[in-house]
């Protein structure tokens, strides 16, 4: 996913409570909660998040999982062409940020404008 799909795909992410998703953005809001759908991909969007510098690499990120290295890269890279990470090669190694928009919009998602029953999220 280029970076410009990646801005397609978070443009998609009005509150669902305003206007209904047209098929298209159900698509695309579907494929960036279908990356973090899956345990260890949303492990590392939290271990990226929680990491110094909100920033990781895959050597930081390996001791924390029983999987191969190759393995942890494949779930970056679908997090990344999702538009979930940004990436930055310094090196030989590749380091991972999440991208504050992508989070923002995907919170965004669920708003919505009517308050909380009483008692409720209290």
Known sequence: MSSAEHGDALACCTPLAREPLTLAQAERVA????????????????LVLAHEGAEACVCDLLPA????????????????ETGLLHREK???????RTR????EAL????????PLPVGVGA
């Open 31 to 46: 494929a960036l909660l279908k990356a973090l759908a899956d345990p260890v991909r949303l492990r590392m969007m939290s």
């Open 65 to 80: 999982f029983e999987l191969s290295q190759p393995t942890i890269s494949h779930h970056l890279k679908v997090l990344h």
């Open 107 to 114: 919170g965004g998602l669920f708003a919505t404008d009517a």
């Open 100 to 103: 504050p928009e992508a989070l």
């Open 90 to 96: 310094r090196g030989v190694w590749v380091y991972y």
